[in-house]
């Protein structure tokens, strides 16, 4: 393949039309997502009911949660190596490619060690390296295909991407809970990994029609370059407050690893990294005009620009560790509502998927018109805002409902199709608007690694539940919280609610004094 195919070319000479090779990329994605959601929602059930047997009854909830998030850490924490890998060295297509395989090895540990913690847990520990790794590369990929002539059409294909993502997911949460209940959990695991290989063979079969966008050359003048010599340039009569903070982080950051009896490796690890990327970041920030004699005026503000997107990442982690407890804390508190007996707990995350595909489609015909007629644009940043807000309400709603089953009174879980429509609106606001933004704040030779940053904040979101449910742990919290008069469950889903609702606030502030940017590729 060139490093420009003849599918960019046309693009050119057609502006106004869709990329044909746009299919073959929603494909993938929609398959890969059945088998990433098809395995990740039954994860806390079959935790609970079978893989951690050996624990006591009171304790298996608990630990289940523990190893999902931490799972859940891992796939959005390697998307920091496949991004490096894609942008420095094997480029979108390659990288993509070949994490892939090691995805369907994944799949493949999971329906064969279904009965051996160590075997299993290799399984999730390939699947967070295999779908963690093409995460940050399939979405800017898609982006990739498009020019400043055509960019107008990539928020539809945006959404279409966001949409198919939700159809993988909702058969998947419909169906394979049924298979795990009724065949097992090797047929329940193993349909997924089928389905990935499907995934791998449809993206390999656009080859051909793909623009590829080779990686970018060793840069003199790149990110880390000019964040070092920030960091380490002395002007004589001059403090390095930036190498102070700096030096101080990487210390934070060796003492958090000695959390690893709370937390364990995973979370004490990324902890760590967490302290390192904001100790050095707003160290750079102090110092990065020292560095315009090496690298020039550019290269200087480009890095201002990056640190300013990643605060906008950093304030979204809240809105993650709500979102993604929908598959554990959510799963569990359904386990004790009321409902048909053939219903399964795990079934009500199709709900989401579901709301979805529903909700995109009325918000770009209906409710984004709607307001552009009142004369209020509905941004990225807005949109964002908003969302965030929405999931702080749907965690009021849940904390709610768990003081009526704490009390011992029965309550059906329909009452959950409420926080989930909440949650899933705001999550529309903030994830489908978030891969969008990220790509386009992006300078071409970071677009992977500024989407991987844009997934780190998933990592950190589910880093600040491992946090939570570890101090909870603790006689002196528990005996704090008691004297609410609340339950431990209950506090903890009140204060999530706090935490999201403080956040929208902050990000609201912050977003007035963003200065966008276009990161477009050229006509």
């Known amino acids: 393949m060139t490093a420009i195919s003849e599918a960019a070319v046309s693009t050119a000479a057609a502006p106004a039309r869709m990329p044909r090779q746009?299919?073959?990329?929603?494909?993938?994605?929609?398959?890969?997502?059945?088998?990433?959601?098809?395995?990740?929602?039954?994860?806390?059930?079959?935790?609970?009911?079978?893989?951690?047997?050996?624990?006591?009854e009171a304790e298996r909830p608990s630990m289940a949660k523990e190893v999902f998030h931490s799972f859940v850490i891992g796939v959005y924490f390697f998307p920091l190596l496949g991004g490096w890998l894609s942008d420095r060295f094997f480029g979108k297509y390659n990288t993509t490619l070949w994490f892939s395989l090691i995805y369907c090895a994944g799949h493949a540990c999971l329906a064969a060690f279904d009965h051996n913690r160590h075997g299993f847990y290799a399984g999730l520990?390939?699947?967070?390296?295999?779908?963690?790794?093409?995460?940050?590369?399939?979405?800017?990929?898609?982006?990739?295909?498009?020019?400043?002539?055509?960019?107008?059409?990539?928020?539809?294909?945006?959404?279409?991407?966001?949409?198919?993502?939700?159809?993988?997911?909702?058969?998947?949460?419909?169906?394979?809970?049924?298979?795990?209940?009724?065949?097992?959990p090797s047929v329940a695991f193993?349909?997924?990994?089928?389905?990935?290989?499907?995934?791998?063979?449809?993206?390999?079969?656009?080859?051909?029609?793909?623009?590829?966008?080779?990686?970018?050359?060793?840069?003199?003048?790149?990110?880390?370059?000019?964040v070092r010599t920030s960091l380490l340039a002395h002007e004589p009569g001059q403090s390095r407050p930036g190498l102070v903070l700096a030096i101080v982080g990487a210390v934070l950051a060796v003492g958090a690893l000695g959390l690893m009896p709370q937390l364990h490796f995973v979370g004490s690890f990324c902890l760590a990294l967490t302290i390192v990327l904001v100790f050095f970041g707003v160290g750079a920030w102090m110092q990065v005009d020292r560095a315009k004699a090496k690298h020039g005026d550019e290269a200087c503000e480009g890095v201002r620009a990056v640190l300013r997107v990643l605060v906008v990442f950093a304030l979204v982690t809240p809105f993650f560790s709500l979102f993604d407890q929908k598959a554990s804390t959510w799963v569990l508190q359904a386990g004790k509502m009321t409902k048909p007996s053939w219903f399964e707990p795990a079934?009500?995350?199709?709900?989401?998927?579901?709301?979805?595909?529903?909700?995109?489609?009325?918000?770009?015909?209906?409710?984004?018109?709607?307001?552009?007629?009142?004369?209020?644009?509905?941004?990225?940043?807005?949109?964002?805002?908003?969302?965030?807000?929405?999931?702080?309400?749907?965690w009021i709603v849940v904390g709610m409902m768990q003081l009526v089953i704490d009390r011992g009174d029965p309550l059906s879980i329909t009452w959950q199709v409420l926080p989930y429509a909440l949650l899933t609106f705001g999550e529309i606001l903030v994830t489908a608007t978030g891969y969008e933004f990220a790509y386009s704040q992006a300078p071409a030779s970071m677009k992977g690694g500024l989407m991987s940053f844009f997934l780190l904040s998933t990592t950190v979101g589910n880093l600040w539940v491992l946090l939570v449910n570890a101090s909870v742990k603790?006689?002196?919290?528990?005996?704090?919280?008691?004297?609410?008069?609340?339950?431990?469950?209950?506090?903890?889903?009140?204060?999530?609610?706090?935490?999201?609702?403080?956040?929208?606030v902050i990000f609201g502030w912050y977003a007035r004094g963003y200065r966008v940017v276009d990161h477009y590729r050229k006509a």
């Not at 073959?24 to 990433?36: D, K, T």
């Not at 055509?150 to 294909?157: D, T």
């Not at 431990?488 to 956040?503: E, I, R, S, Y």
Request: glycine fraction near 8%; proline fraction near 7%.
């Open 22 to 56: 746009i299919p073959f990329i929603i494909a993938n994605e929609g398959c890969e997502r059945f088998s990433f959601y098809g395995m990740r929602n039954i994860l806390t059930p079959f935790l609970v009911s079978s893989l951690l047997l050996y624990l006591p």
């Open 474 to 504: 603790s006689e002196a919290v528990t005996a704090k919280i008691a004297t609410t008069g609340l339950s431990v469950t209950a506090f903890q889903m009140f204060f999530f609610a706090g935490f999201a609702l403080v956040t929208a």
């Open 125 to 184: 520990f390939l699947i967070a390296l295999g779908s963690g790794g093409i995460k940050p590369l399939v979405t800017a990929f898609v982006g990739d295909q498009f020019d400043k002539s055509n960019k107008h059409l990539a928020k539809l294909v945006y959404d279409a991407f966001y949409w198919i993502i939700n159809l993988g997911s909702f058969f998947a949460s419909l169906f394979m809970p049924i298979f795990l209940r009724d065949f097992g």
């Open 190 to 226: 193993g349909i997924p990994g089928i389905l990935m290989l499907v995934a791998t063979i449809v993206f390999w079969s656009g080859r051909k029609r793909y623009v590829i966008v080779p990686p970018s050359p060793p840069d003199p003048n790149s990110f880390l370059n000019v």
């Open 347 to 394: 079934q009500m995350q199709a709900l989401n998927p579901a709301l979805v595909m529903t909700l995109i489609p009325l918000n770009n015909t209906l409710l984004f018109p709607f307001l552009r007629r009142l004369g209020y644009e509905p941004t990225a940043l807005r949109r964002m805002t908003t969302g965030i807000a929405f999931s702080g309400l749907a």
